[in-house]
């Protein structure tokens, strides 16, 4: 779970998960009201496991499955994807650079 940078506050997954849906840079400490910044590694984590749903789709086409299925296999992939985003946040007290 991420922990502040500036008060070392570690946040719970519901915090981080409902700070996840933001379109601000910055994310505000619930404890602090510090802005944090989640990092370049963490950005980067973060988008390989939301896109790893679809990387399910080549290996479960090549068993021919029904459409609903595929449908209902890539539907649970994605949820479990959003629900352990939260896990691999970290934040930084700087906004970085995203490459």
Not at 34 to 58: C, D, E, W
Not at 70 to 78: A, D, G, N, S, Y
């Amino acid at each position: 779970m991420p922990t502040c940078q500036n008060c070392h506050f570690k946040w719970s997954w519901v915090t981080t998960f409902k700070r996840m849906f933001t379109f601000k840079a910055g994310i505000i400490c619930p404890h602090c009201q510090h802005t944090q910044y989640v990092t370049t590694k963490a950005r980067n984590r973060t988008s390989l496991i939301g896109m790893s749903p679809l990387f399910s789709l080549v290996p479960l086409s090549l068993f021919n499955p029904s459409i609903s299925i595929k449908l209902t296999i890539e539907v649970l992939l994605f949820i479990i994807a959003i629900l352990i985003v939260p896990l691999f946040y970290k934040l930084s007290n700087k906004e970085e650079p995203l490459f």
